[in-house]
Structure formats: structure tokens, C-alpha cells
């Protein structure tokens, strides 16, 4: 997945994520959503017992 930053006014930066787009008033609020969103996407997953046991068998 690719995360773009982007100003779009003045006052308006713009994070967009595939076709989904979110807005925000300062450069500073949407790096900091980025950089969680990006630590999000890579941290690592579990899977729940039930589908464990789907997989494996």
C-alpha cells in the first residue's frame, strides 16, 4: 500500500491511502497520522486460534 501526503490549500493537507483520501488541518497532523497509520500496516498480525487451526488442517 502506498501512503501519499499531499497540501491541497493553504490550510489543508490531504492523506491518501489507495482511493481513500482523509483530510487535515496542518502538514504536522497528517504526518503523524501517516507515520501511525504506516507502523500500523507493518506491526505484526495474529491470527485468531480458530482460523489457526482452519489453516492447518
Given at each position: 500500500?502506498?501512503i501519499?501526503?499531499?497540501?491541497?490549500?493553504?490550510s489543508?493537507?490531504?492523506?491518501r491511502l489507495?482511493?481513500?483520501?482523509?483530510?487535515?488541518?496542518?502538514?504536522?497532523?497528517?504526518?503523524?497520522?501517516?507515520?501511525t497509520l504506516?507502523?500500523?500496516?507493518?506491526?505484526?498480525?495474529?491470527?485468531?486460534?480458530?482460523q489457526?487451526r482452519?489453516?492447518?488442517?
Amino acid at each position: 500500500m502506498k501512503i501519499l501526503i499531499k497540501a491541497l490549500a493553504k490550510s489543508q493537507w490531504e492523506v491518501r491511502l489507495d482511493h481513500k483520501a482523509i483530510t487535515f488541518r496542518s502538514e504536522a497532523e497528517a504526518r503523524a497520522f501517516a507515520e501511525t497509520l504506516q507502523a500500523r500496516i507493518q506491526a505484526p498480525h495474529a491470527f485468531p486460534i480458530s482460523q489457526q487451526r482452519a489453516a492447518a488442517g
